[in-house]
């Protein structure tokens, strides 16, 4: 565990939720205190390299951030901006009506106690600033309509608060409004960057996919040797040599893989997973080393770079010719993809409408992005009877399914998974209801938090998910928690290994490729980790 971060899981979850002694508009924060809980301010190579105001080396425990001399004047006219532009941010400034109903259904509330990260109070930080300075009642009656004044310290709580939210909108399901404090979140993130304001474990990334096409900095012939030895790894596991192909001009498919699915572990099981099914479908598709990256953390820093960082797959699909683009197991690609990229960069009329080579499905929901789930796609190569699927040969995991929250509630992927797991494995179990699906709890380290500094915040922040597992854990002896996004894949089995040991991470097409039939294959001995197959028979117990 990191090195701020050392206490117990018998002490943190004894979570105080007396509200503190001082009051609420008090926006002082004792970062020295508090280490374990903020990232890490961004770093200035990284802001010069992305082009950004006001690049300069700070941390958050110094009492001077170098703040830009007009810093009050910008964050003024930047909140201004975005009340001219965006509807949505001026009624959600306006119509809170302070009911309280999203106040403890968010993760980091839960975990922390803390009422600031109440999603209601978490959003006032924000909104008492535009009270004071945006409406005639604030103008007027400062703190008595709930307006505050804008000060140093409250920008240094903004970066406090407003990194300690994942953007996962679970409390937006529970708001009779319809307010979606994620997208107030991702305001005030942008105003902070109006000040040179952001952590560096998004600036970093977001600088990598700028210079090699992902976050991980891998050059081109890094990630063609990468992608060499998965095949390398597969033929040893199946004895079926598969193709590799990148940058292969008229190619019909381009398929987008997150970064950490050829690189870190255990993405890269699902990454073999994925081999194997392209090459038994015969999928006429390619990789390509400058869009080698599906996550993009522009969604955690700015509109503008969002756009800027989903550009470049609809850059790569059009130089090598591409029909259609198929997106693996990844989280905020879909967000993306989903709610920003038609009025951002799109809509990808050079493509084609995505059909289906093999079953002849068209998929009328991608008309417009171009750009299918690989779920959607293995469900349907299911449902048509195009693949053969062993469940036994995954006997040895009894498995349950995280939602990860943006492609269950950011685009409603949420029986796909389900039917794909219930045909490659023989025990499924679900969580409780209320922790799933729609409502999903957050794995506490999306929207670029997933660092080590803050390592006490995301364990917190964690516990409401691992909580449900320990649940199916203890009910059902469930060993492994299958996701489909790599922000999961990556932060949750140390969540898991601090609150419920045993139990593993794996990608739902980690377990296709486990149990998929492959022509000409030797008898499978190991699944795709190397792990021997103990096979029950068949006798599996899943819930329906
Ligand atoms: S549920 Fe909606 S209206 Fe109620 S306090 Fe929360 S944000 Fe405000
Ligand atoms: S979006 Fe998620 S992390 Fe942010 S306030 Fe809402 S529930 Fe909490």
Same mark, same amino acid.
Request: aromatic share 10%; charged share 25%; with cysteine.
């Given at each position: 565990?990191? *090195?701020?971060?050392?206490?117990?899981?018998?002490?943190?979850?004894?979570?105080?939720?007396? &509200?503190?002694?001082?009051?609420?508009?008090?926006?002082?924060?004792?970062?020295?205190?508090?280490?374990?809980?903020?990232?890490?301010?961004?770093?200035?190579? $990284?802001?010069?390299?992305?082009?950004?105001?006001?690049?300069?080396?700070?941390?958050?425990?110094?009492?001077?951030?170098?703040?830009?001399?007009?810093?009050?004047?910008?964050?003024?006219?930047?909140?201004?901006?975005?009340?001219?532009?965006?509807?949505?941010?001026?009624?959600?400034?306006?119509?809170?009506?302070?009911?309280?109903?999203?106040?403890?259904?968010?993760?980091?509330?839960?975990?922390?106690?803390?009422? /600031? $990260?109440?999603?209601?109070?978490?959003?006032?930080? @924000?909104?008492?600033?535009?009270?004071?300075?945006?409406?005639?009642?604030?103008?007027?009656?400062?703190?008595?309509?709930?307006?505050?004044?804008?000060?140093?310290?409250?920008?240094?709580?903004?970066?406090?608060?407003?990194?300690?939210?994942?953007?996962?909108? =679970?409390?937006?399901?529970?708001?009779?409004?319809?307010?979606?404090?994620?997208?107030?979140?991702?305001?005030?993130?942008?105003?902070?960057?109006?000040?040179?304001?952001?952590?560096?474990?998004?600036?970093?990334?977001?600088?990598?996919?700028?210079?090699?096409? $992902?976050?991980?900095?891998?050059?081109?012939?890094?990630?063609?040797?990468?992608?060499?030895?998965?095949?390398?790894?597969?033929?040893?596991?199946?004895?079926?040599?598969?193709?590799?192909?990148?940058?292969?001009?008229?190619?019909? +498919?381009?398929?987008?893989?997150?970064?950490?699915?050829?690189?870190?572990?255990?993405?890269?099981?699902?990454?073999?997973?994925?081999?194997?099914?392209?090459?038994?479908?015969?999928?006429?598709?390619?990789?390509?080393?400058?869009?080698?990256?599906?996550?993009?953390?522009?969604?955690?820093?700015?509109?503008?770079?969002?756009?800027?960082?989903?550009?470049?797959?609809?850059?790569?699909?059009?130089?090598?010719?591409?029909?259609?683009?198929?997106?693996?197991?990844?989280?905020?690609?879909? =967000? +993306? @993809?989903?709610?920003?990229?038609?009025?951002?960069?799109?809509?990808?009329?050079?493509?084609?409408?995505?059909?289906?080579?093999?079953?002849?499905?068209?998929?009328?929901?991608?008309?417009?992005?171009?750009?299918?789930?690989?779920?959607?796609?293995?469900?349907?190569?299911?449902?048509?009877?195009?693949?053969?699927?062993?469940?036994?040969?995954?006997?040895?995991?009894?498995?349950?399914?995280?939602?990860?929250?943006? &492609?269950?509630?950011?685009?409603?992927?949420?029986?796909?998974?389900?039917?794909?797991?219930?045909?490659?494995?023989?025990?499924?179990?679900?969580?409780?209801?209320?922790?799933?699906?729609?409502?999903?709890?957050?794995?506490?380290?999306?929207?670029?938090?997933?660092?080590? *500094?803050?390592?006490?915040?995301?364990?917190?922040?964690?516990?409401?998910?691992?909580?449900?597992?320990?649940?199916?854990?203890?009910?059902?002896?469930?060993?492994?928690?299958?996701?489909?996004?790599?922000?999961?894949?990556?932060?949750?089995?140390?969540? @898991?290994?601090?609150?419920?040991?045993?139990?593993?991470?794996?990608?739902?097409?980690?377990?296709?490729?486990?149990?998929?039939?492959? /022509?000409?294959?030797?008898?499978?001995?190991?699944?795709?980790?190397?792990?021997?197959?103990?096979?029950?028979?068949?006798?599996?117990?899943?819930?329906?």
């Amino acid at each position: 565990m990191a *090195e701020h971060f050392n206490k117990k899981p018998e002490e943190v979850v004894r979570i105080d939720y007396h &509200p503190p002694q001082k009051a609420w508009m008090d926006p002082t924060i004792d970062f020295e205190k508090k280490r374990g809980n903020w990232c890490y301010g961004a770093a200035a190579k $990284n802001t010069k390299y992305l082009d950004l105001p006001h690049p300069r080396d700070w941390h958050p425990t110094d009492e001077d951030w170098k703040l830009p001399e007009n810093w009050k004047e910008i964050i003024l006219e930047g909140i201004k901006e975005r009340l001219e532009k965006y509807r949505s941010f001026r009624l959600f400034m306006d119509i809170c009506v302070r009911c309280g109903a999203c106040a403890d259904k968010c993760h980091y509330f839960i975990g922390s106690g803390d009422p /600031k $990260n109440m999603p209601v109070l978490r959003a006032e930080l @924000l909104r008492s600033i535009y009270r004071n300075d945006f409406t005639t009642a604030g103008k007027i009656l400062g703190q008595y309509a709930g307006g505050r004044e804008l000060t140093v310290d409250v920008i240094k709580e903004w970066f406090y608060y407003f990194f300690q939210c994942t953007e996962c909108r =679970r409390c937006s399901v529970f708001c009779p409004y319809g307010i979606d404090t994620a997208e107030i979140t991702m305001h005030a993130r942008e105003l902070l960057s109006l000040l040179g304001i952001g952590i560096n474990w998004i600036m970093e990334p977001a600088a990598n996919c700028f210079r090699t096409g $992902n976050h991980l900095g891998v050059p081109p012939h890094a990630f063609k040797d990468n992608v060499e030895f998965a095949a390398d790894d597969l033929k040893d596991v199946t004895g079926v040599e598969v193709e590799t192909p990148i940058h292969k001009k008229g190619a019909e +498919v381009l398929v987008i893989v997150p970064s950490a699915d050829y690189f870190g572990n255990p993405h890269y099981y699902t990454f073999l997973g994925y081999l194997a099914l392209f090459h038994e479908i015969g999928l006429d598709f390619t990789f390509s080393a400058y869009a080698s990256e599906g996550g993009n953390f522009g969604l955690f820093h700015s509109r503008e770079m969002i756009k800027r960082l989903n550009a470049k797959i609809y850059a790569e699909a059009k130089r090598l010719g591409v029909k259609w683009i198929l997106g693996c197991e990844c989280g905020h690609m879909w =967000r +993306v @993809l989903h709610q920003y990229m038609d009025t951002m960069n799109g809509p990808a009329d050079f493509l084609e409408e995505p059909v289906s080579p093999i079953t002849g499905t068209r998929f009328e929901n991608a008309k417009s992005t171009k750009m299918v789930h690989i779920c959607e796609f293995t469900a349907d190569l299911i449902q048509n009877g195009k693949i053969k699927l062993d469940p036994r040969r995954n006997d040895h995991w009894k498995v349950t399914f995280h939602d990860s929250c943006n &492609p269950a509630r950011a685009m409603g992927l949420i029986e796909e998974p389900r039917y794909i797991l219930r045909n490659a494995c023989n025990y499924f179990y679900e969580m409780p209801e209320n922790t799933i699906k729609e409502q999903t709890f957050c794995c506490g380290s999306g929207s670029g938090l997933g660092t080590d *500094e803050n390592l006490e915040m995301r364990l917190r922040g964690g516990l409401p998910r691992a909580n449900a597992v320990k649940y199916v854990r203890d009910k059902h002896g469930v060993n492994v928690l299958s996701c489909i996004c790599a922000i999961d894949k990556a932060t949750l089995p140390d969540l @898991l290994k601090y609150w419920v040991p045993d139990v593993d991470v794996c990608g739902v097409h980690e377990l296709v490729g486990n149990a998929l039939i492959m /022509k000409g294959e030797n008898e499978r001995a190991t699944d795709l980790r190397g792990t021997p197959i103990k096979t029950n028979g068949g006798q599996g117990e899943s819930q329906p």
